[in-house]
C-alpha cells in the first residue's frame, strides 16, 4: 500500500553498481557471502543449542548474536541479490517499509546486545564470586527483553517517521536497500524533522551501547592489570579482545554511515560503507567467535564425534 497523500506504490533499488560487467562476480561473491553468514550463525546456533556446558550467560547472548546476525542479513541478502541478475529491481512500497522495519530491528538489536556481552564480561572479570547470581537466568532475559525492545522502539521511531511522508513521482532509491537516508531523499516534503529523528535514534542505539561497552572494559582493563599471574592476564585479554573486534567493526561502520554530513559522504560511498556492516560483519561475527573461542572449538569437536560414532 503507498503512503497517505503519496503517488509512489513501489520503489526501484538501484542496487550497488551499475556496471554491467562487474553484476555477474559480484552476484556470486555476495551469494559466498551469504551463504557463509547462514553456514557460520546457524552453526553456532546449533553449537551452543547442543552443548549444556555452553548454556551460560556469555554464549546466551552469543546464541541471540548469532540469531540476530542470520535474520538482518536475510532481511537485507536477497533482495540485494536480485538487483545483480534483474534489469529493474523493484520493491513495493509496503515492502520497502517492512525491510526497514526489520533492518531497524535487527541492527539496533545487535547494538544492544554487544553492551549486555560486554557488561556480562564486566561481572565475570571484576565479580568473579557473585557473577552466577549476578547474570541469574532471570536477569538475562530481563537483558534481552530490553534488548530487543530498544529493537523495537527504534524500528518503530524510523519507519513511522518515513511512513508519514509524501513521495511524487522519484522513485528510484539509491541504494541495494530500503535504508533510511536514500529513502528520504525522494521526499516531496521537508525532511528535517525526519533526519532529526534519524540523528536522534541512531545516537541513542549507538550511544549508549558505545558508552556502557567504554566503562564495562575501563573496569575490566583495571581489574586486568592487577591479575598477577601472566597466564590469567593472557586468558582475560583473550576472552575480551574476541568481543572488542566485534564491537569495533559493527560500531565504527555503523556510525561512519549514519552520523556523517551527506556532504562528507556521498550516498555511493554510504552504500559501501553499509554494505560492511549489512554484509561483512554477519559473516564475520561467527568466524572471531569460534576460532578464537576455546570452549566453542571444544564444543564443535565433541559435537562431531557424537555425530561420527553414534
Do not use: W
Request: positive net charge; hydrophobic residues 50%.
Amino acid at each position: 500500500m503507498a503512503a497517505r497523500n503519496s503517488s509512489v506504490t513501489k520503489f526501484i533499488l538501484a542496487g550497488l553498481t551499475d556496471q554491467p560487467e562487474l553484476q555477474i562476480p559480484l552476484f556470486f561473491l555476495f551469494l559466498g557471502f551469504y551463504l557463509s553468514t547462514v553456514l557460520g550463525n546457524l552453526s553456532l546456533v546449533i553449537l551452543i543449542a547442543l552443548n549444556s556446558h555452553l548454556h551460560t550467560p556469555m554464549y546466551f547472548f552469543l546464541f541471540n548474536l548469532s540469531i540476530i546476525d542470520l535474520s538482518y542479513s536475510t532481511t537485507i541478502t536477497p533482495k540485494m541479490l536480485m538487483s545483480f541478475i534483474c534489469k529493474k529491481n523493484t520493491i513495493l512500497h509496503a515492502g520497502c517499509m517492512t525491510q526497514l522495519f526489520f533492518f531497524c530491528f535487527f541492527v539496533i538489536s545487535e547494538s544492544f546486545i554487544l553492551s549486555a556481552m560486554a557488561y556480562d564480561r564486566y561481572v565475570a572479570i571484576c565479580n568473579p564470586l557473585v557473577y552466577t547470581v549476578t547474570m541469574s537466568p532471570q536477569v538475562c532475559s530481563l537483558l534481552l527483553l530490553g534488548v530487543y525492545g530498544m529493537g523495537f522502539a527504534g524500528a518503530v521511531a524510523h519507519t513511522g517517521s518515513i511512513v508519514s511522508l509524501t513521495f511524487c513521482s522519484d522513485n528510484l532509491v539509491n541504494h541495494f536497500m530500503c535504508d533510511i537516508l536514500p529513502v528520504l531523499e525522494l521526499s516531496c516534503n521537508s525532511t528535517y524533522a525526519n533526519q532529526l529523528v534519524v540523528f536522534i535514534v541512531v545516537g541513542i542505539g549507538i550511544g549508549i551501547p558505545i558508552v556502557t561497552i567504554f566503562i564495562s572494559y575501563a573496569f575490566i582493563l583495571s581489574s586486568i592489570l592487577h591479575i598477577r599471574s601472566a597466564e590469567g592476564r593472557s586468558k582475560a585479554f583473550s576472552t575480551c579482545s574476541t568481543h572488542m573486534i566485534v564491537v569495533l567493526l559493527f560500531f565504527g561502520s555503523g556510525a561512519f554511515t549514519y552520523l556523517k554530513s551527506p556532504t562528507l559522504l556521498p550516498l555511493n560511498r554510504g552504500k559501501v560503507s553499509s554494505l560492511f556492516y549489512t554484509i561483512v560483519v554477519p559473516m564475520l561475527n561467527p568466524l572471531i567467535y569460534s576460532l578464537r573461542n576455546k570452549d566453542v572449538k571444544v564444543a564443535f569437536r565433541k559435537t562431531l564425534r557424537r555425530k561420527i560414532f553414534c
